[in-house]
């Protein structure tokens, strides 16, 4: 909808004021701000672009100087010629109100959005488009600039296809930071911008045309890239997040190990053990992750309860691994859904479809809409269900499914409310999947018009529909008896998915159904809101059950650990080609004495710094990361000269000082990229305030709880009482948890009896504060000291940080401290350590 634009027909033939040389000759567009204009200069024998902008659609135009101008000098500062430079501004009075023109170069072609319009396009060029704006911005980071309004109609595809040297076409970025200049509006951050991009003009490659290498650079760009990469902002997790270098270093990296025989076909040998740190990464190759899938996981047996399930841990702890891998689809697709072996139907959802088609999602204030999204979701989801269920039942029950089918898809017809067409064969799923396929466009794209008052809404699915679709698959098909239906929901996560999107669909996701359970990963129990659009709370107990794999890998019994973790690396020596080790224990060994705790703390008291190295210290160091742990071992090796280096046949391979400085290094670099973050630097200090005082208390005061009176051994925060934190202090704590500084164990029980959530640190930073992996002890807190803690951890450090009382103790502190931060300098931390 324009906003208070002029005639164009004003401007056509006249002079532009103070460049009289151009004159304004044709009209190339407007937009809801601004005319675009072809001004000539006859004399000069070149044309340039004048865009015209009516004053009172700008933002600080009364400023001196105005705000607007501070924008448009910012795409001056870009060195490449990529984006479209303004050398030329002024005033033009006109009868509705003065405007600003802005002259700049004249780009020849169409935009990024016009394009896409005209039908399919290649991965090639996907590609190229992909890396230039990658390199885009990288210019924009060295200039500490963003865009702020980067998107398909920002971007002008430049015709270049005259040249006998140059590609045919070349991009060029336009109307930098138009959002503020024109709106107001908050700047749109730019990664996102851009994995909207990638997502359309994905959508628009034909895929089944693609050669095997297209294949495969697609998935790369749509299972990693879309998937994590653009919108990843923790460096902590994903040393690429918001970095376009290592983003772009990433894909050419992928494009150069290519080595795929057909599309969907995964390499059955790794290059290394350490490929693949994210299930994103491995994409649709369906045999790659049943090869590395491991299930021995830890609380596997919470996520396949017949419950609805809220399910966090730390980043890279396996749920988006073992939630595809639970998939009735992944199980058919690599031979392992023999009914036999079929207690339940596995549905896989990745979010962020929702975050591509709902983001930045808010509640609608008009009633008609509220249901739109559930409407996306319940087509998404019966789609995915009726295409599974087909493959399924057509091979290990093709006769029953030849005779029930066209009954059963008469029942669905009637249960989803839709129209059935006048076909022969619409009484099939195939039917129902194309017909809810366009339900599924048509949400998408009404829910853009939400707030335009000249729209009317119709009829859409409300939150009943998918649980009576299960209830009516349930009752009419017998294969299906006594197998519930479960919907696995993949990075269920604020702010990805918004406060107000999460609270519209649980009326759908909390629902509780004897055919059918809602699966919820979400990073932390701070990203999941736990309430409703109609302003009901839910109630962790009763509505859903809540399973953090984090505290059950903290709790789990070593062994049980352990045998996890062998699995995992066994299977990954197992798919590496020649790869001279073959357990965790050949490349890492075990200490042949283990040291209990208390004797490693008495040995901290007295400055003596333990090595940390072996199989059961990497069973201790993991919170459940099994990514951290995989990409730490991998350190280890290139650290220790890489695998040729292990030839000669020593055991371990890896000597345990190489493994000791990585693991105090690693924990140096999760601190320095933490710190990164917007919000980092108050986490770091809140986690070091900890880290010393607990320190302190292992050095100066004995644990209770012992007849020996060992060390007090604390790793763990545990309040006297329900802190019920609000403003600041929640904010940091939510964050503290969503970057798993802490792990968060709700049902923990002080020592006064009050169920309290008790805080684990994270098992990795351990032995960066020289602390012992004991989980015996805790740093017990009054409400107060906590909210201290959060709010000023540098006072509450100074206030319970222990000191000594004699000259004695005052010595050996001193000694003691001096050690420590000789030890633990974050500067020699990020060194790689030397073999």
């Known amino acids: ?76 500062r870009v060195p490449s010629n990529r984006v479209v430079k303004f050398y030329g501004w002024g005033t033009w009075p006109c009868a509705e109100g003065d405007c600003v023109f802005l002259l700049s170069d004249l780009v020849r072609g169409q935009t990024l959005r016009e394009y896409q319009k005209k039908g399919s396009v290649t991965l090639l060029f996907v590609l190229d488009f992909f890396k230039d704006m990658l390199d885009f911005l990288r210019e924009l980071q060295e200039l500490d600039l963003q865009h702020g309004d980067f998107h398909a109609g920002n971007v002008l595809i430049e015709d270049r296809s005259a040249s006998f040297v140059a590609p045919p076409y070349g991009f060029r970025v336009t109307d930098f930071g138009v959002a503020p200049m024109t709106s107001g509006a908050t700047l749109l951050d730019d990664f996102d911008q851009l994995g909207l991009m990638l997502r359309d003009l994905l959508a628009r490659v034909d895929y089944q045309t693609c050669s095997p290498e297209d294949r495969y650079m697609f998935d790369i760009l749509n299972d990693d890239f879309l998937a994590k990469g653009l919108f990843e902002r923790d460096a902590a997790h994903d040393e690429r997040a918001r970095n376009p270098r290592l983003l772009f270093e990433s894909l050419r990296a992928a494009q150069r190990t290519f080595a795929v025989r057909t599309a969907g076909v995964a390499r059955r040998a790794l290059s290394t053990p350490f490929d693949y740190l994210s299930c994103e990464q491995i994409g649709e190759s369906h045999a790659l992750l049943k090869e590395l899938y491991s299930d021995k996981m830890l609380g596997l047996r919470a996520i396949e309860d017949t419950n609805n399930l809220v399910l966090t841990g730390p980043r890279g702890c396996g749920k988006t691994t073992v939630f595809r891998s639970l998939s009735l689809k992944h199980r058919f697709y690599t031979e392992d859904d023999a009914p036999s072996s079929v207690s339940y139907i596995g549905i896989y959802y990745r979010c962020d479809d929702l975050y591509f088609n709902f983001p930045q999602y808010t509640l609608p204030a008009r009633a008609g809409a509220l249901d739109v999204p559930l409407h996306f979701v319940t087509a998404t989801l019966v789609v995915e269900l009726l295409e599974s269920l087909g493959l399924w039942l057509s091979r290990y029950f093709p006769q029953a499914w030849q005779r029930d089918e066209a009954n059963v898809a008469r029942e669905l017809w009637t249960v989803l409310g839709l129209k059935k067409p006048q076909q022969p064969s619409a009484d099939t799923f195939a039917a129902l999947q194309r017909a809810l396929g366009q339900e599924r466009e048509r949400a998408a794209k009404k829910q853009r018009f939400v707030d335009d008052p000249s729209h009317t809404f119709g009829q859409y699915f409300g939150p009943g529909v998918l649980p009576a679709v299960c209830s009516t698959l349930s009752q009419h098909i017998l294969s299906l008896e006594g197998r519930p239906i479960f919907f696995f929901f993949d990075d269920y996560s604020k702010p990805k998915i918004s406060a107000d999107l999460q609270r519209n669909l649980n009326r759908l996701l909390m629902q509780r159904s004897a055919a059918c359970f809602f699966k919820l990963a979400t990073e932390s129990p701070a990203s999941y809101e736990s309430s409703d659009a109609d302003s009901k709370s839910y109630v962790e107990g009763r509505e859903f059950r809540l399973a953090n794999l984090g505290i059950d890998f903290i709790n789990a019994e070593s062994d049980d650990k352990l045998r996890f973790v062998d699995d995992v690396f066994s299977r990954r020596f197992r798919y590496t080609k020649d790869y001279p080790i073959s357990s965790l224990e050949a490349l890492v060994g075990d200490e042949p004495n283990a040291v209990s705790h208390n004797e490693t703390a008495r040995a901290i008291r007295e400055g003596r710094y333990p090595k940390i190295w072996g199989r059961r210290a990497l069973g201790e160091l993991c919170s459940g990361d099994v990514h951290f742990l995989i990409e730490l071992v991998g350190k280890m090796v290139t650290s220790a000269g890489g695998p040729y280096a292990f030839r000669g046949g020593t055991s371990p391979a890896v000597v345990a000082e190489v493994q000791n400085k990585v693991i105090r290094a690693e924990a140096g670099n999760f601190l320095r990229n933490l710190r990164a973050l917007p919000t980092g630097q108050a986490l770091v200090e809140v986690v070091e305030a900890f880290g010393n005082v607990a320190s302190s208390h292992l050095r100066f005061k004995d644990s209770k709880n012992e007849t020996s009176s060992p060390p007090h051994q604390a790793s763990r925060i545990e309040p006297y009482e329900d802190p019920h934190l609000t403003g600041k202090a929640k904010e940091v704590y939510d964050d503290l948890l969503r970057y798993s500084v802490f792990i968060e164990d709700v049902r923990g029980r002080s020592r006064r009896g009050n169920v309290v959530p008790r805080l684990y640190l994270r098992r990795f930073l351990i032995p960066f504060f020289n602390l012992t992996f004991s989980r015996r002890d805790s740093l017990e807190l009054s409400v107060d000291d906590f909210k201290d803690l959060l709010l000023d951890p540098k006072a509450f450090e100074a206030k319970k940080r222990l000191k000594s009382t004699t000259p004695k103790e005052l010595e050996t502190d001193d000694a003691s401290a001096a050690g420590a931060r000789a030890q633990l300098s974050l500067i020699d931390l990020a060194r790689p350590p030397k073999a």
Request: with cysteine; charged share 15%.
């Open 1 to 76: 909808m324009r906003k208070n634009l002029p005639s164009p027909a004003q401007f056509l033939g006249q002079p532009v004021p103070g460049h009289a040389e151009y004159v304004v000759a044709d009209r190339l567009g407007s937009g809801c701000n601004a005319h675009v204009f072809v001004a000539r200069s006859a004399t000069l024998a070149r044309e340039i672009a004048c865009k015209v902008v009516p004053v009172t659609n700008l933002i600080g135009a009364d400023l001196d100087p105005p705000t607007w101008q501070q924008e448009i000098h910012k795409a001056n």
